[in-house]
């Protein structure tokens, strides 16, 4: 059935058959998900070359319209989560409490920036580093 699979997927995105091996071999996709893609980039296929960037945005903003009174609230009211804490609370006051990021810091004795410059620092670092290997190793 894998054959078939990938026949599907060639047949709705002729374009996979383009892609170098090594991005596959970076990405590891398996055929369902290239399927659903290749499914989802034949179903914008009309729209023409804008089609793929109007669903990219569109999908964005309708994100965006959805988490703003779940998160927030609307005009000055309670946030949908608010609402569902003050239902769940009185089950949740039985729970301890978890403690504070600050609380843990000093508890630790890790200061605060040293953990976020490594995190902002770290990941591009290794990001470049692999990219070096991977030229190299060619």
Excluded at 70 to 94: E, H, K, W
Aim: charged share 15%; proline share 7%; no cysteine.
């Amino acid at each position: 059935d894998e054959k078939g699979l990938a026949l599907e997927v060639v047949k709705l995105n002729p374009r996979t058959l383009t892609v170098a091996r090594y991005a596959y071999n970076y990405s590891k996709p398996s055929l369902p998900s290239s399927l659903l893609s290749a499914k989802v980039i034949d179903l914008l296929r009309p729209f023409g070359p804008g089609g793929q960037l109007v669903a990219i945005f569109g999908g964005f903003v309708i994100l965006i319209l959805v988490l703003r009174p779940v998160l927030y609230g609307v005009n000055g009211g309670q946030s949908v989560l608010s609402v569902i804490g003050d239902f769940l609370s009185p089950a949740t006051r039985l729970l301890p409490e978890l403690p504070s990021f600050q609380s843990l810091d000093s508890f630790f004795g890790v200061d605060v920036a040293v953990i976020q410059t490594g995190l902002l620092l770290g990941f591009p670092a290794l990001q470049f580093g692999a990219l070096i290997k991977n030229k190299v190793m060619r």
